[in-house]
Each structure stands twice: as C-alpha cells, then as structure tokens.
C-alpha cells in the first residue's frame, strides 16, 4: 500500500511551526457541504506567512464554523487567517491547482495593542521570550500567534514565577490573550496568601478509576502485575542499591498511593510517610 501524504514544497512555516498545507485541506473537505477546497501560505502585511484557503460549495458557507471544525482537529496557528469561498478551483493542463489563478485575498493585519500596565509588561516578555518573537499585541490570541499545550505549561510556570501571582496552564489556554490573563491574575490576588489543606485523601483521577473499576470486577486478576527477575554481578553492593531504590521511592511518593472505597466514593490515599523496606535474602543454589 501506498500512502500519499503531499510534495515536499506544500510545507510551509507558520509562525515558527512546520505545517503541511494538504493537512489543512483534507480537514477543510471533511466540513459538510464543502466540494473542493484548495489552501496556500501567503504573506502577510506584517511579514510572515498565514494559511488562507479558497472553498467550493453549492451553498454559502459559515467561515466562523468552518474555522472551529478545523480548530477541533488540528492546532490554531493551521486554522487560515482568511478563506475566500469561490466557483471553482483553477486546473492547469496536468489537473493540478493553478495557483496563480487563483484570486488575491487580503489580510487584515492585526493592530498590535502594547501592553500597558506592569503587569501585561510583564507577560509579554515571558511571552515573547518563549515564542522567540514580539509580533502580537495584548489582544492577541496567544494559541494564535504560536503557543501550543507544551509551551503553555512553560509559560503559566514563567509568569507565575516572575510575577508571584499563580498561573495555572488550564487558566492560560482559557483566556488565551495577555489582557485577559493580566485581569484574572489581578483579580485572583497573590498566590502566596493561599494556603492548601494537605488532606490524606483524594478523589480517583479517570484513569485511575478506570484501574480500580477494573479490579474489582476482577479482584484476582495479575495483569497489573508485572514480574521480572535481573540478573546482577556478584560485584554489586546490595545495600548501596537497596538505598538506591529507596531514594527513587523518596523522589516518587505516589508509588505509595492505595485506592480504598470510603462510603460508596474510590478513594486515593497519599501514605507518603508510608515505611516501606526491601528485604535482603542470601541463599544458596
């Protein structure tokens, strides 16, 4: 079987990103009611490149909707910066997309609104220090202007440190502009004045209760456990690895979490002063 995943030349860079142009217009094909669909990288007013895409459809199509079908699937940076619904696709003799056919479609540059208060000053620069550019303003959708779910988490633990108010990165990818953040962050107040009850129970996360679901309707079962013997050189010290493995239980205490039925709810206890020891047997052949 042979796959055919695009050429070489239909990949472009969006605001940093490697982004594979057919990708974008295999998700665009999918939307209801779309026939055909065609999408380049073209320059924007404020330099860089932004996807636009050209669509064919018997009826009018919602770009609004069509731009969140295809946010569902792929990141926001691939979603075009602007799509021009058209008759039909331009072909040159080869039955390929005849690009320079195509009609010209402007973008409206974004006017990059600066930061204003110290606090938005501050996030820009975390911002900008991340994305590795300054090209967007406070009203910018930063998922927009290049942020993913990784360097988010980056991000929401830079702010949260140099500005002292807690970030989350949940908290970040929800109000998405630098605005926004800068009034939730205002509006929460400083972190350190919380405090956090340390409880020795917590509720069951999805997998977890997936796990302990399973094991009770299957209390005897072994395919959680996994068996393994090592061979190792008489040479090695067995108390240094003894305090070896003790310092990883140290280092990881969930390893230490039971998952106990309290009432009707699962539970997880956290028993991280839990006293565990690995037991030294010398025998013979």
């Known amino acids: 079987d042979v796959d055919f995943v695009g050429r070489r030349d239909f990949q472009v860079k969006i605001r940093g990103f490697r982004v594979e142009l057919t990708e974008i217009e295999g998700r665009i094909r999918e939307f209801p009611g779309i026939s055909d669909a065609t999408v380049l990288a073209q320059e924007d007013a404020g330099g860089g490149k932004r996807v636009v895409a050209y669509i064919v459809s018997e009826s009018s199509v919602d770009i609004k909707a069509l731009n969140a079908f295809i946010e569902e699937k792929l990141p926001v940076y691939m979603v075009p910066a602007a799509t021009m619904q058209i008759d039909r696709i331009p072909l040159n003799q080869n039955g390929k997309v005849n690009r320079r056919l195509l009609p010209k479609i402007t973008i409206q540059a974004e006017e990059a609104v600066p930061p204003k208060t110290e606090l938005e000053k501050q996030i820009f620069s975390v911002v900008s220090q991340i994305l590795g ?153």
């Open 133 to 285: 550019m300054d090209d967007f303003g406070i009203t910018t959708d930063l998922m927009y202007a290049g942020l993913n779910s990784l360097s988010s988490i980056k991000a929401a633990a830079l702010i949260t440190e140099q500005t002292g108010k807690q970030l989350g990165t949940m908290e970040l990818m929800r109000e998405k502009t630098i605005e926004k953040i800068a009034a939730l962050l205002e509006k929460n107040g400083n972190y350190q004045e919380k405090t956090y009850e340390k409880r020795d129970a917590y509720p069951l996360t999805q997998n977890q209760l997936g796990l302990y679901f399973s094991c009770v309707k299957d209390p005897g079962t072994l395919v959680y456990n996994i068996p393994f013997a090592v061979s190792l050189h008489e040479d090695v010290d067995v108390q240094k690895l003894k305090k070896a493995i003790f310092a990883v239980l140290d280092a990881h205490p969930y390893v230490k979490t039971h998952l106990v039925l309290r009432g009707n709810e699962p539970m997880q206890l956290r028993l991280d002063d839990l006293a565990v020891d690995i037991p030294v047997i010398s025998c013979s052949e």
